[in-house]
């Protein structure tokens, strides 16, 4: 998992473990169906919106997902006198500030990103409706036309493709030679590390699998850049029993990573399955070992996670991962 997604994940625990059940959870912590029910059956409670909490627990703790919340989320615990802990990705937080900063500056604000996925609604959610524009697409790219073309600055979703994302920038940096670019790389280090590790060992893969659930932007990505660099055939999956074993066929290269929110322990039991039914070796394509962390919110601090409280998700308390 990537360091937001630990992150997040670990605020949930701390808050149930000094708090107690139930902790309420705005949007799923993180796109990862295994760990969200784990999250569950030990006290977390899932709502879309703050008005489904129940009057009765106004003063449990609420969690804010990773992915970011747009300010009215905040504006409302803030009126509602909530007791909240903000676990947005702090890649995802630094976008948010860079969208302001171009605001500020007096620039339209350009979102490079996917409709609908809660971290584009957070960033745009930062600023007033009329002041940032979508773009999804090269052909959105192509066919805007800003209101003044020398007052524009762009941003983009932290889990795009590197690729597709590079070709709307080159497009709209054609178009308006004076768009301003964003202080740093909005992208962040967990999707392209994964992006280029994918890219590295599908060339002659006759199956590739990516671990991720379908709701997640950067698994679904990785898919993408498989099928590009040469898989055969590259399939999202979620957990080892959707793994359709007799269309499979013979296979002689099988490829296999994970999005960044999806546990080791998943990616422990697709391998374990494979050496039940074929005879296999294992070689590790590694581009970056990656060894980030966040610390969790100031109020947690002075909870002490033991590897027991992880093992759910990480499988045996291993944090490391080489891609």
Known sequence: MCAGVDRAIRIVIAALKKYGAPVYVRHEIVHNRYVVLGLANRGAVFVEELNEIPHEHQER??????????RYVL??????????????CPLVSKVHKQAIRHFRRGSHVILIGHAGHPEVLGTMGQLKASAVTLIESVGDAKRYQPQNSARLGFVTQTTLSVEDTDAIIRILKQRFPLIEAPASESICYAT???????RMAAPGSDLFLIVGASNSSNSQRLVEVAKRAGAVHAVLIQQVNEINWNDLGDLRVVGLSAGASAPEIIVSEII??????????????????????FPVNRGLRDVILTSN???????????????
């Open 61 to 70: 703790p609420v969690i804010f997902s990773a992915h970011g919340i747009p």
């Open 75 to 88: 504006e409302e615990a803030k009126n509602r006198n909530l007791f909240y802990f903000d676990a947005t």
């Open 272 to 293: 374990e399955a494979f050496g039940k039914r074929y005879d296999i070796f294992i070689e590790l394509a590694e581009t970056m070992q990656e060894c980030e962390t």
């Open 309 to 323: 409280d992880m093992a759910f998700i990480n499988g045996h308390g291993h944090r490391e991962r080489n891609l």
């Open 192 to 198: 392209t590390n994964r992006q280029d590790a994918v």
